[in-house]
C-alpha cells in the first residue's frame, strides 16, 4: 500500500479565514512533505518533516504554518492568505527519513482565496 | 546547482510510441523517476531507476539511463488517450538543499 490521503479535497476561503489541511499515511514513512503547485508548474517545495520535526522551511511565509502530531499524521494551518496563495497543495511521504529516498504524493488539495 | 529540463510539449497518435527526454546536471543523483500528473490530480509514481542501471522496463513503459550524458528517456508503447497528462521527470539529490528536483514537466497529448 502506497496511499497518502489528502482531506479536503477542494477548499475555498476568505482572506481572514483560518482552515486547516490535512495529510495522512499509514506506511510507516519517517518523512513527510508539502508541496505547492500552482497551475502548468512543478511542485515547489514547502516544509519537510524528518522524524517528526521540521527539517527544512523553503522560506514560506508565516501565514502558513506546518503541524506533525505524530509520524502518521501531517497538517498544514492557513491564516490570512493571499489570493495568491490560490494552488494545489500536495502531501508527500517517504520511507526514510533523510528524504533520500522515493517521495509518494497524495492527490492534493485545491485551495481558492478569494 | 540541480537542474532538469523536459521539452514543454509532445503530440503523438493513438498506437505510436511517444518518447519523453530530460536532462539534469546534478552527477551524484540516486534516484530518477517519472511522475505522471493527470488533470486536476495529484502526482502519481509512473517508474523509477537507480543511476547504477542503464534500462529498466515495466509493461508499456521502457526508461533508459544515459550517465555519462546525464540524459533519461521514457518511452511508452501503443499511447493510449489515457497517457494523456503532464510527464515530470525528477531526480533524488543527496548533495543538494532539496530532497527532490522536478522538471518543468512535458504535455502529453494523445490524438485519437
Known amino acids: 500500500d502506497t496511499e497518502v490521503t489528502q482531506t479536503p479535497k477542494h477548499l475555498v476561503m476568505g482572506m481572514t479565514n483560518k482552515k486547516s489541511l490535512k495529510c495522512e499515511q499509514h506506511m510507516g514513512h519517517r518523512a513527510m512533505y508539502w508541496y505547492k503547485q500552482k497551475a502548468k508548474k512543478p511542485p515547489e517545495l514547502m516544509f519537510v518533516?524528518?522524524?517528526?520535526?521540521?527539517?527544512i522551511n523553503e522560506s514560506v511565509p508565516s501565514r502558513f504554518s506546518p503541524e506533525c502530531p505524530n509520524s502518521s499524521l501531517l497538517n498544514l494551518h492557513l491564516h490570512a492568505l493571499q489570493p495568491e496563495d490560490s494552488a494545489l497543495y500536495l502531501c508527500a511521504s517517504s520511507h526514510l527519513g533523510d528524504g533520500t529516498d522515493t517521495q509518494y504524493f497524495g492527490p492534493g488539495t485545491r485551495l481558492t482565496v478569494l | 546547482g540541480e537542474d532538469v529540463e523536459q521539452s514543454l510539449f509532445l503530440s503523438v497518435r493513438e498506437g505510436d510510441s511517444s518518447v519523453i527526454n530530460c536532462t539534469y546536471t546534478?552527477?551524484?543523483?540516486?534516484?530518477l523517476y517519472w511522475y505522471k500528473q493527470e488533470p486536476g490530480a495529484g502526482l502519481q509514481l509512473l517508474t523509477y531507476i537507480f543511476s547504477n542501471m542503464d534500462m529498466k522496463q515495466d509493461q508499456r513503459l521502457t526508461v533508459l539511463l544515459n550517465k555519462k550524458d546525464k540524459h533519461l528517456s521514457l518511452r511508452i508503447a501503443d499511447t493510449q488517450t489515457g497517457d494523456s497528462a503532464i510527464y515530470f521527470c525528477a531526480e533524488i539529490t543527496p548533495s543538494g538543499n532539496t530532497p527532490l528536483v522536478f522538471g518543468k514537466g512535458t504535455r502529453l497529448s494523445v490524438i485519437a
Open positions: 518533516y524528518s522524524y517528526e520535526k521540521l527539517s
Open positions: 546534478d552527477s551524484s543523483s540516486t534516484y
